[in-house]
């Protein structure tokens, strides 16, 4: 059998590196014969006989350490004299000074030989002699044996690994007693990196002492990373369980560990039996290829789950509660939501998944009073390509609720508490319903201010009777004020235009209700990608400091929205708006609409916040043109609105819009409603309005509701031609259904009349249609029509609901589904309104906050097609961001 050169190279090499530190620990067991002479005490006489005894501490010391100790009683004679005198090779002397319970020893070590003494200097407490004496002996052992001093610490061999890295690693310091043990462990600690495939040490005899240079060499770094046969898996995903980069240095620990992921992962996907290999491949001395090869296993399907000692639900109620199902003649129905939602497909095993599912087995157990349930481990037996699954559970006794108290010295009335609680409503005890007492008692204490309460639940079971008594007990801690508000993240966004929207103050009482409105107002503006609020500890325990952390986003919008009709064919918007101009929360934007028929251009600027104050402004200019079957509107105008914020959510209108239209290009046939509106033209019209927003989110809310009432008036002592009352309101509320289903309500009515002195244009009129109120139908397809003409001329009376749940199809993107169900109507005076003659549709759609803006796609199907009306209509919207 032939020798490993190499091997046995390292075998050497490792035997001289071992003979050298014997060598060092030699030398450094040759320690020096010293002459200590007697220090000279500074001290009152009351502590001089203790003080006295550093000097055997000293002595006693230093022969632990291996020094030969001669002590002598008398210091009278220089340094050279006690060379001659005593077989030494150094001596020792100096004072010893107490002052207000400081001791400082002042010494002077003396090679025999020198030119001159080096002085040493170390103090403590004289409480602390025996730590003081191990300092002062750590100086002189330095001084004595400055040739086994480390004096510096170097790497070399380094190319790609900066030396910082590894000096963390290494317990041998600068300053440090030369000690072989600690070489060893380095060598050690340096491999454990991983990013070395060979360690040296080089140990240099230097003036200053030794300087000890740890010599490495990199392992080589991978170029490439391959993986064979998997596919099942897709190579990105590959990519991402493993972790590995290439351009990292080589580490076989990480591939390794890389292999038995991918193992894993496969094991979740229902692949057992999968086997991974490994290989790193050579490509030159520096660079090599990783090699993943992968047997996949055959999948695994779960053919049966069954439980045993459940009495209280069913095994189809339990099932439900479990990450993994049984292979059906339906798995593939299943298959497609998954496929959307993610999740494990139906009937695939997943160990993982499985296991996950236990605690929430407990937990739905525990929540149904049975708070001794025992969920055992799962027996699965396979057979061929299917598991068979069979979940153990011992039910134990059901617990009613008995007495629910509180112990508490903040609020007067407990009941008042009590009321709040779910755990005294319930039959039965439930640990999730006394999870969510806790924090509903927590939250309560802390909008009082007392932030730091800390809820205690006192549970007292009556094993006879099962019933649960819990008391909970409050410790309410101190009255915590805001301290510090520190606002970052917001590059942008100017810092009081976040501070306008916090409900919290500094200097003021903490509020847990205001933090989180406060959250939800700053994630309502739109401006930022990500918003979060946390509170630590201030200096004082009455003290709390809240930082507010911000993520921007481009406000900035350039939108565009399509859609088709057999009136405007293909209609084209677009929109150019900043929403946080020049950071400072105010709003500006130019937006446009286009179609064969229609030509309109609106300028508007908004201030929330005029001046800083509770005071809003928005001005806006526009200009319209409008090609109807039988006319053409043309109009212009201006518009001023001043608004109020009454309370964080409720904000009160005001304003002046003024509007010149002219009505052209009918004929003597057009209805004579139209006709009289021809002669129209000056709108001079203020506008009372009140709105309450207490949504969640600005574009996707979740939660809330958002209602207003807005009240027109037009001519009069304002003058112009027209003259007429308007009143319009609306309500949309959001709530969860069910997990991730949103279900939401929008409901809009209207009135108009004609008022004294003046007309009601046709155009100011209640025309229904389109997105914004009966989806299936375009845009003034449902008005009151002239039976005359057979035009639509719009309704002075209106109502309408809008009603659709929402739901996530990828959550990863961020893409939703929509179905809706959408009735209204426009009414005139002659006819009165009858909710039964409301028209209806349904449809579905899409949105999605992709990353080129919002984008809304939705598909309406009348359900009551009239003659001349489209069965279907469609409609999308599509934003970009600059």
């Known amino acids: 059998m032939a020798l490993d050169f190499k091997k046995v190279t390292l075998f050497l090499l490792s035997i001289l590196f071992f003979l050298s530190c014997l060598g060092l620990d030699k030398a450094l067991a040759e320690k020096k014969t010293l002459l200590f002479l007697p220090l000279k005490i500074n001290a009152p006489k009351n502590y001089q006989e203790k003080l006295l005894k550093i000097n055997h501490l000293l002595r006693d010391s230093l022969e632990n350490r291996g020094f030969k100790v001669l002590f002598s009683e008398e210091a009278k004679h220089d340094f050279n004299f006690y060379c001659k005198k005593f077989p030494v090779s150094a001596v020792v002397s100096g004072s010893l000074t107490y002052i207000a319970g400081q001791v400082s020893l002042d010494l002077k070590v003396y090679n025999c030989g020198s030119p001159y003494p080096k002085r040493l200097y170390s103090e403590g407490k004289i409480t602390e002699l025996k730590e003081l004496t191990q300092k002062t002996v750590n100086l002189i052992e330095k001084t004595l044996l400055r040739q086994q001093i480390v004096a510096e610490v170097k790497i070399k061999g380094n190319i790609r690994m900066d030396a910082d890295a590894i000096y963390p690693v290494l317990s041998l310091k600068a300053g440090d007693i030369f000690d072989p043990q600690k070489i060893r462990e380095d060598i050690k600690n340096i491999y454990k990196l991983g990013y070395f495939d060979d360690v040296k040490v080089d140990v240099e005899q230097t003036k200053e002492g030794l300087v000890v240079t740890y010599i490495v060499r990199e392992k080589p770094v991978v170029k490439r990373i391959v993986y064979q046969g998997n596919k099942a898996i897709k190579e990105k995903d590959l990519q991402k369980i493993t972790e590995l980069k290439t351009s990292s240095i080589l580490n076989l620990r990480k591939i390794d560990e890389a292999a038995e992921k991918i193992k894993l992962f496969y094991k979740e996907k229902g692949f057992y039996d999968t086997k991974v290999q490994t290989q790193v491949k050579k490509l030159n001395p520096r660079e090599v290829e990783v090699i993943f090869k992968i047997k996949e296993g055959k999948k695994i399907y779960i053919k049966k789950i069954t439980f045993e000692g459940n009495k209280a639900f069913s095994d189809n109620d339990l099932k439900k509660l479990l990450e993994v199902s049984e292979k059906g003649h339906f798995s593939w129905l299943k298959k497609i939501k998954t496929f959307f939602t993610g999740g494990i497909p139906p009937g695939v095993y997943s160990y993982g998944g499985l296991y996950r599912s236990l605690p929430k087995i407990v937990a739905f157990y525990q929540n149904h009073g049975y708070i001794d349930v025992k969920v055992g481990e799962p027996r699965i037996k396979r057979k061929g390509e299917w598991v068979y699954i069979t979940i153990p559970i011992e039910e134990g006794p059901r617990y009613t609720v008995g007495q629910v108290d509180i112990k508490q010295d903040l609020f007067k009335d407990k009941e008042f508490i009590l009321k709040k609680l779910e755990l005294p409503k319930k039959k039965y005890f439930s640990r999730e319903a006394l999870r969510r007492d806790i924090l509903k008692i927590t939250d309560l204490f802390a909008d009082k201010g007392y932030a730091y309460a800390r809820v205690e639940p006192i549970i007292r079971r009556d094993l006879k009777k099962h019933q649960v008594d819990v008391i909970f007990k409050v410790d309410k801690g101190p009255l915590v004020y805001v301290n510090r508000i520190e606002i970052t993240g917001n590059t942008r966004t100017r810092d009081n235009v976040i501070r306008r929207e916090l409900l919290i103050v500094e200097q003021r009482p903490f509020s847990a209700t205001r933090l989180r409105k406060s959250e939800n107002r700053l994630r309502r503006l739109g401006y930022f990608e990500d918003v979060r609020i946390s ?348």
């Open 535 to 882: 509170t630590e500890k201030g200096v004082k325990e009455d003290q709390m400091n809240i930082k507010v952390k911000v993520k921007e986003q481009p406000t900035g919008t350039f939108s565009i929205g399509a859609g088709y009709s057999s009136v405007d064919k293909f209609v084209f918007t677009s929109e150019i708006s900043q929403r946080n101009f020049l950071g400072k929360g105010q709003t500006l934007a130019l937006q446009g609409y286009f179609s064969s028929r229609t030509t309109r251009y609106k300028l508007s600027f908004t201030d929330p916040y005029f001046r800083d104050s509770k005071f809003s402004l928005g001005l806006n200019a526009y200009d319209w043109t409008r090609e109807y079957d039988d006319y053409t509107r043309k109009s212009q105008g201006f518009g001023i609105n001043i608004g109020y914020l009454w309370r964080p959510d409720i904000r009160f209108h005001f304003g002046y819009q003024y509007d010149d239209s002219n009505l052209t290009d009918y004929s003597e046939y057009t209805s004579a409603i139209i006709r009289e509106s021809a002669d129209i033209h000056i709108t001079s019209s203020i506008e009372l309005g009140v709105t309450r927003d207490s949504r969640n989110h600005f574009f996707d809310p979740s939660r809330g509701s958002l209602t207003s009432i807005f009240y027109e008036h037009a001519g009069g002592f304002l003058g112009g031609d027209s003259a007429y009352e308007k009143i319009t309101a609306n309500f949309s509320f959001y709530h969860p259904l069910f997990k991730d289903l949103v279900g939401h309500i929008r409901v809009g009515a209207g009135y108009i009349t004609e008022g004294s002195g003046g007309k009601l244009p046709v155009f100011k009129k209640f025309y229904l249609g389109g997105l914004d109120s009966v989806r299936g139908y375009r845009y003034g397809d449902i008005s009151p029509i002239d039976p005359a003409t057979g035009e639509r001329i719009g309704g002075e009376q209106m109502f309408f609901v809008q009603t659709e749940a929402i739901f996530p199809l990828v959550k990863s993107m961020g893409l939703k589904g929509v179905v809706f169900f959408d009735m209204g109507n426009a009414w005139d005076p002659d006819t009165g309104y009858r909710f039964s003659d409301l028209r209806k549709s349904v449809g579905f759609g899409l949105r999605w906050l992709s990353p080129l803006g919002p984008m809304r796609i939705e598909w309406g199907f009348n359900i009551d097609t009239k003659p001349g009306e489209e069965k279907s209509n469609w409609n999308f919207r599509i934003g970009g961001v600059f």
